[in-house]
């Protein structure tokens, strides 16, 4: 259960003086990419399943939820529960599981492992990070992804807007594990008390943050975790806004 409380990290300080935030570490799935609906719709019916990309989509933020809780996090890794998180979206969207709907879960697993299927930018996306570096703000990638991440921010061209590009599977360590956001802090040249994470799974990023000394921010694109005891953002055209207030 996510606690009630009031996060004095939030407003970390040196001696009475408040520390302002000068690098923005970010998840990449959830956050500055997500899956490519309609080529997965596409999977499906060529399985002869008829599924509605935007009824994917939209029962996306409770499968993501259902996904976001403390048992089921820290009895996988972020492979397992790549399709965990696939498995509860096709249950929200009322899909029944059988071995065809596993035949096309496995096409689409066979191109996320060469392409990448978290493909999609949405439009707010690029505005809000060069927002971000004209407030001069030095900005970093901390993912758990497959080994593909920089192959996928050069082709859908996001690389650019970065420091850093962390892939969890190149560090051999994984969020919520403390140590990738150390490696990203080293690698970025960052300093812990200025540093924000933004991510998309309280237990895996917010919990990973604030274990490596960090204010952790949840991207609650749903409102889904009204009852969190950290700083939450809908957007990141609101994590813009914000982040002077911090």
Same mark, same amino acid.
């Given at each position: 259960m996510l606690r009630r409380r009031v996060d004095h990290s939030l407003l970390p /300080?040196? %001696?009475? !003086?408040? =520390? @302002?935030?000068?690098? !923005?570490?970010?998840?990449?799935? %959830?956050?500055?990419?997500?899956?490519?609906w309609t080529r997965i719709g596409e999977t499906f019916g060529r399985h002869g399943i008829e599924i509605d990309p935007q009824r994917l989509a939209g029962v996306e933020p409770l499968a993501k939820r259902r996904l976001d809780e403390t048992s089921t996090i820290q009895a996988s890794n972020d492979a397992a529960r790549g399709w965990l998180y696939f498995n509860l979206i096709l249950a929200e969207a009322g899909v029944d599981q059988n071995a065809v709907t596993d035949a096309a879960l496995e096409e689409l697993h066979e191109y996320h492992?060469? @392409?990448?299927?978290?493909?999609? =930018?949405?439009?707010g996306v690029v505005p809000?990070?060069? *927002?971000? /570096? *004209? /407030? %001069?703000?030095?900005?970093?990638? !901390?993912?758990? *992804?497959?080994g593909r991440l920089k192959h996928l921010f050069e082709r859908v061209s996001l690389a650019a807007h970065f420091d850093c590009l962390l892939d969890s599977c190149d560090e051999g360590v994984e969020k919520p594990d403390p140590r990738l956001f150390d490696i990203a802090l080293e690698r970025s040249g960052a300093r812990r008390e200025t540093t924000i994470h933004v991510g998309d799974l309280y237990h895996v990023d917010v919990v990973g943050a604030r274990a490596a000394g960090? /204010?952790? !921010?949840?991207?609650?694109? @749903?409102?889904?975790?009204?009852? @969190?005891?950290?700083?939450?953002?809908?957007?990141l055209g609101e994590l813009v806004e914000k982040i002077p207030e911090w």
């Open positions: /300080r040196t %001696g009475t !003086v408040i =520390v @302002a935030v000068e690098t !923005v570490f970010l998840d990449a799935g %959830g956050v500055l990419v997500f899956p490519n492992r060469h @392409a990448n299927l978290w493909e999609i =930018v949405p439009d809000a990070l060069k *927002a971000l /570096r *004209a /407030r %001069g703000l030095r900005l970093t990638v !901390v993912s758990n *992804a497959n960090l /204010r952790g !921010v949840l991207l609650d694109q @749903a409102g889904l975790y009204p009852e @969190a005891d950290c700083l939450r953002v809908r957007t």
